[in-house]
């Protein structure tokens, strides 16, 4: 039998959990070359070329649980990945080859926090991954409320962002976010209590997430004990439940990746009098002046200030790390 093509749904220690692309299960080793000579470190999402070496994968998933073993002789090469908590020692990958993040906030119980979405976009732009901003308990707002929330949300739309405002309770929004979904790798994330769990209740009856808790106050996630999964969907897709997702690395970055992640400024930062602008005081600065004339939202440019403001006091603290 020659090499299955398959998707990391699972590791536990040195074992990993793939299904092939038959929707097939079955449980691989990793070939001690790759770790050794090319320290491959697998990650959930990974694309991976095995070689069954033991009995073979269940024709469905109404069959008995496999007892087909395989060993991964291949690492496909990354669109991309989500991090964990980046420092100067190491970089861990929760989960590799993400189509999209959900963003889960709510409109109401708890009201969502602009700089807070800023913050997760910008860590999402550096890992190369696409974004889509979800309101959920749209239904709670009244027409002036909403009004708000829906000029927030032309605020990311016209940077390129899908928002999607939906309702759990009342069902508005879901055939959107469902078809979102569906066929895609999903990464759910959020502060406790927006709904993210509900909705995918709603959505895929039967979903159970530990996943996505991520604090307003600096990006961290809650807990960091337990490793990723893949969970299919119902209608083909996957969603990652990554428990305590300290993702995207939220309170590492540099300047230059920080400026990179607010895409007014990549586009502005050319007509800057000085090519190394901060955007911050400097003289003749197109990206100070735009939001002077209204043409950048002054509340996304407060968040690259507070944002700039952090990556300063991370790096001050990582030079500090570095001279003990």
């Not at 929707?23 to 694309?47: H, P, Q």
């Not at 996505?212 to 969907?233: F, K, M, N, Q, Y």
Request: glycine share 8%; with cysteine.
């Amino acid at each position: 039998m020659g090499r299955l093509s398959a998707t990391v749904t699972k590791i536990v220690g040195n074992e990993s959990e793939v299904e092939d692309d038959q929707g097939r299960t079955l449980r691989c080793d990793l070939r001690g070359r790759l770790f050794r000579r090319k320290r491959v470190r697998l990650a959930v999402g990974d694309r991976v070329e095995v070689e069954l070496v033991e009995g073979e994968p269940p024709a469905s998933e109404e069959d008995p649980p496999a007892e087909a073993r395989g060993v991964i002789e291949a690492v496909r090469p990354r669109r991309n990945a989500m991090h964990r908590a980046r420092d100067f020692k190491r970089d861990q990958v929760v989960c590799a080859n993400v189509d999209q993040v959900l963003l889960v906030v709510a409109a109401f119980d708890p009201p969502y926090k602009r700089a807070f979405i800023d913050r997760v976009l910008v860590g999402l732009e550096r890992d190369g991954i696409e974004a889509c901003v979800v309101i959920n308990k749209i239904d709670l707002a009244d027409a002036e409320y909403r009004a708000f929330v829906e000029e927030d949300g032309e605020v990311y739309r016209r940077l390129g962002y899908r928002v999607l405002l939906v309702s759990a309770a009342s069902g508005e929004g879901l055939e959107a976010l469902r078809a979102l979904m569906t066929g895609s790798l999903s990464a759910v994330v959020g502060p406790s209590g927006v709904g993210k769990s509900t909705l995918l209740n709603v959505l895929f009856p039967g979903v159970r997430l530990r996943t996505g808790e991520v604090s307003e106050a600096d990006g961290r996630g809650r807990h960091t004990t337990t490793s990723a999964e893949l969970i299919r969907l119902e209608g083909g897709g996957w969603v990652v439940d990554t428990p305590g997702l300290r993702a995207f690395g939220l309170w590492d970055l540099d300047l230059e990746e920080l400026k990179q992640g607010f895409r007014e400024l990549v586009e502005l930062a050319p007509s800057c009098k000085f090519r190394d602008c901060a955007h911050n005081a400097e003289p003749k600065c197109a990206v100070r002046a735009a939001v002077e004339a209204g043409t950048v939202d002054e509340e996304r440019y407060e968040s690259y200030l507070k944002l700039r403001d952090d990556a300063l006091a991370s790096e001050a603290e990582r030079q500090a790390a570095r001279r003990r």
